[in-house]
């Protein structure tokens, strides 16, 4: 009698021992889940968004695209102060992604887009065809995806005078023009162009043709300058190119 006694207590031992091991495997499970979360994966229509550039004919271009659902792009370009809207298509050919963008077609210098861009969305070769083929020839370029931390000169204000770089490529540049040593004209100057900076120390603008300002490009030279009061050292940046001087400006 004693023995079945011992005999049946060790096997509800046994048994109760048993029931725990699921516990610890579960355990385990979740704190292999804990230490491993799952990757997030951001969709190729929102990587990109964004702005890409490149040398087209000889001055910057820049194309920014706003808008991506399926096969469906949209955005816009700027180059030498113009801006024209774009959209198209884009489709997986092999390892690379085809775009096409068309321009409106109501303007003497549209044409049409075609652009091969890695599945990085980091570098694309493409070529431009003019909708106007009796005066204008068709260009082949290159381009970069801009980074979105990217810096861009900002704001500067000068004596009757400022310009604002913006980081999709536009330029804008206001002025009164002067008219003797101390006069200026009552009527301020608004001129637009594309930029890109030349090194560390300069920015080059490319102007959208006008009746106001006869050359078609600046070359502005920035200038950082430190000043020291008692304590305190502060650095202001300044730009000068042809007949305008500028300062910079925060807000």
């Not at 030498?80 to 096409?100: C, F, P, Q």
């Not at 500067?156 to 002067?178: A, P, Q």
């Not at 890109?196 to 050359?215: A, C, H, I, L, M």
């Not at 009061?229 to 400006?249: L, R, V």
Request: net charge negative; aromatic share 12%; glycine share 8%.
């Amino acid at each position: 009698m004693k023995y079945i006694i011992t005999a049946f207590l060790g096997a509800c031992l046994l048994s109760a021992c048993g029931g725990q091991e699921p516990s610890t495997t579960a355990a385990t499970a979740d704190s292999t889940q804990t230490a491993n979360p799952p990757i997030l994966v951001i969709p190729m229509e929102a990587r990109i968004m964004g702005t890409y550039k490149g040398d087209f004919g000889g001055s910057p271009i820049y194309i920014t695209i706003n808008y991506c659902s399926g096969v469906k792009l949209a955005g816009y370009d700027t180059h030498k102060g113009l801006r024209r809207n774009v959209s198209g298509t884009i489709s997986r050919e092999g390892d690379k992604y085809a775009i096409v963008l068309s321009e409106p077609g109501d303007h003497e210098f549209d044409g049409i887009f075609t652009i091969k861009l890695d599945t990085l969305l980091e570098n694309a070769t493409g070529s431009w065809k003019p909708s106007n083929t009796q005066s204008l020839s068709e260009k082949k370029f290159s381009l970069v995806h801009l980074s979105k931390d990217e810096s861009t000169p900002g704001f500067f204000s000068g004596d009757h005078c400022d310009i604002d770089f913006s980081n999709d490529g536009n330029c804008t540049l206001n002025y009164y023009e002067k008219t003797n040593d101390s006069t200026f004209a009552a009527q301020m100057i608004t001129l637009r162009g594309t930029w890109e900076k030349r090194g560390t120390d300069s920015v080059f603008v490319s102007w959208q043709p006008n009746d106001f300002y006869s050359q078609r490009s600046t070359v502005f030279a920035i200038t950082n300058n430190t000043y020291k009061t008692g304590e305190y050292e502060y650095t202001t940046t300044s730009m000068e190119g042809d007949k305008f001087s500028f300062s910079q400006n925060e807000y």
